[in-house]
């Protein structure tokens, strides 16, 4: 086999390997959006039936299930972040000169208001907890069950919140390993 059908046997499985990745990317950004999805209907449920009802221990669930969310929804984002590097990192540079440059170009031209994005996103699960556990404050009849509900709650609120902040995925200065 000739030096050029090498090159290019490599540039095809590159670019499906590429286009694979892709497609990837695109389903977790898609999952990402159904949780969102979800998390704001079922804030907006737990809300209804926790005030028609008085009921404080429903409306303390919406943390635990907000943080489950979050935590699924960060894990897409890290494995966004991980396809992403690799295709930067391992397929990007092996292409001919001038082609399949999207993740080079995002990392050199970051959005402007990069922060607003990535906690917007988050705020919908800690904005959500914290909504819910000030509106339980408000019919809480300070019962065992409520008590222990709402502190359930309330640590799925800080948990969120804490893991969040510090397993953020890594995002311009990429790292020597994925």
Known sequence: MSDQNTNDHRNQLAIAEFTALRAELLKHIELQFQLVGVSVVALGTILSVGYQTKNAAIMSLYPVLAMILGLYWLNLAHAIMRCGTYIKTYLEPRMPAGHIGWEHYIRRNPLRYDALGYWG????????????????????????????????????????????FLWRERVPGLPAEL
């Open 121 to 164: 996103v988050r705020g919908t699960f800690l904005g959500g907890s914290v909504a819910t556990v000030l509106s339980t404050l408000g019919i809480i009849q300070w019962s065992a069950s409520d008590i222990v509900a709402l502190g359930l709650g309330v640590l799925a609120m800080i948990a969120t919140f804490v893991v969040f």
